[in-house]
């Protein structure tokens, strides 16, 4: 069991930045991937952003350039650095895990981009 608590999200300005959290507990073994998704309301979940325990990193092409994700395996926990945010970017935003078949979805949080 591995579970998914986020926190972070918020209301900002456009251009404003925002980071966001994951922490991660449960039966967490070294090698796995995390990462963000975002869904906006009528829309399909996307991916944002993926790190995997090695480093590796892959973003959407919608945020490269502005959002970075980053982790700290010591704490089990995921960030993404959100900057030069757009209205676009609204939508509630879901910590994820995967290791193997094996995958675990946070509750969400929402981030609201508006002046």
């Known amino acids: 069991q591995v579970q998914l608590v986020e926190s972070g999200g918020g209301l900002v300005q456009p251009g404003g930045s925002l980071r966001l959290s994951c922490a991660a507990s449960g039966s967490i073994l070294n090698i796995n991937v995390m990462g963000w998704y975002r869904q906006a309301p009528g829309k399909q979940r996307e991916l944002v952003a993926t790190?995997?325990?090695?480093?590796?990193?892959n973003y959407a092409d919608s945020v490269k350039g502005r959002f970075t994700i980053s982790r700290d395996n010591a704490k089990n926990t995921v960030y993404l650095q959100m900057n030069i945010l757009k209205p676009d970017d609204t939508a509630v935003y879901y910590c994820?895990?995967?290791?193997?078949?094996?995958?675990?979805w946070g509750q969400g949080t929402q981030v609201t981009v508006s002046s």
């Open positions: 994820n895990f995967k290791r193997g078949s094996f995958t675990s």
């Open positions: 790190i995997s325990s090695g480093g590796i990193r």
